[in-house]
């Protein structure tokens, strides 16, 4: 295990994926700006030490419902009306977003996918040529869904996956998923006080996903640890080893890639059959 988590110190392309309920306080759904703050601090810091970074980020439907001043969730809200709140979160977290990275001499650009940027070929090669020429520049890519075309029923629909998506497009080292809990259990903790941590997993097996599909995602996002396993599928199929980290505290990320023993590793165990448009393709379809 200690080899495994030595191995992180070399990573130099690092995919990076924080979740809504990371981003606000959870009293008041509003951003936390000391947070955001200190992760964009920490995605810099790896840019200064050479690598290459990506940083997924949730959020646009959550920042653009609290810009209207609607606080309270319904649960048969239309999905235009969650477009519409996308429309006005996006721009509003990217604009807190490029103003805190430029507080660090960075450069942050926006891109914004849907399943088709993968399925489609032509789509896949100009985003794939776009991340590339944004690494060349030394600039950090920032990545959501673009949830204002996108349904989510037939869509990615969630971060994780969509996470592990990027991750493969741009050939990454690693992904790194920061989110409110710690990392794997082998139950659910809140409901079960035996449910056991598990520091690292060799092997992604049925039964590790079955059991990923009994939990439930938090209020905020939409991935539970069922997204999350998924996710480490993609990831370690593709070649790229996944950690399941707590994001409440994001110097989480320097420990992690200094090897320090934080969070769940998903060790990568590549399958050649593999193929991610198909994957993607398939979605939602299985
Ligand atoms: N793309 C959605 C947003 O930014 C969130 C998806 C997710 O929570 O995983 O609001």
């Known amino acids: 295990m200690t080899d495994f988590r030595e191995s992180l110190k070399d990573k130099k392309r690092i995919v990076v994926k924080i979740g809504s309920s990371s981003l606000q306080h ?3 759904g509003n951003l936390d700006y000391a947070k955001l703050d200190i992760l964009v601090r920490e995605l810099c810091d790896l840019r200064n ?11 646009a439907i959550a920042v653009g419902k609290k810009a209207v001043q609607l606080s309270d969730k319904t649960d048969d809200n239309p999905i235009a009306v969650k477009q519409a709140y996308a429309a006005i979160g996006q721009a509003r977290l990217m604009m807190t977003y490029q103003k805190i ?26 985003a794939r040529n776009t991340f590339a020429e944004l690494f060349k520049l030394g600039v ?31 050939d990454a080292d690693l992904l790194l998923l920061l989110s409110d809990i710690d990392g794997l259990y082998t139950d659910d903790p809140h409901n ?13 097996t049925q039964e590790l996903m ?29 070649g790229i080893d996944m950690v399941i980290a707590n994001s409440n505290d994001v110097r989480n990320i320097r420990r992690i890639l200094d090897g320090k023993n934080i969070g ?18 398939q979605m939602h379809v299985r």
Do not use: C, W
Request: glycine share 6%; charged share 20%.
């Open 264 to 281: 769940t590793l998903f060790v990568a165990n590549v399958d050649e059959q593999f193929d991610l448009p198909l994957y993607v393709q």
């Open 101 to 126: 990275f430029a507080e660090y001499n960075q450069v942050a650009a926006q891109i914004l996918m849907t399943k088709y940027t993968i399925v489609d070929n032509l789509n896949r090669f100009n």
């Open 210 to 238: 079955e059991m990923g599909k009994k939990t439930t995602g938090s209020d905020s996002g939409t991935g539970g640890m069922n997204t999350k396993l998924q996710a480490a599928k993609i990831a370690s199929s593709v």
């Open 49 to 59: 030490q050479g690598k290459d970074v990506v940083l997924v980020t949730s959020g």
């Open 26 to 28: 959870a009293q008041t």
């Open 192 to 204: 079960n006080p035996d449910a056991r941590y598990i520091e690292v997993v060799e092997e992604l």
């Open 140 to 170: 950090i890519p920032i990545v959501n869904e673009n949830d204002t075309v996108a349904t989510h029923e037939i869509e990615i629909g969630d971060n994780d996956t969509l996470s592990a998506i990027v991750a493969s497009l741009v």
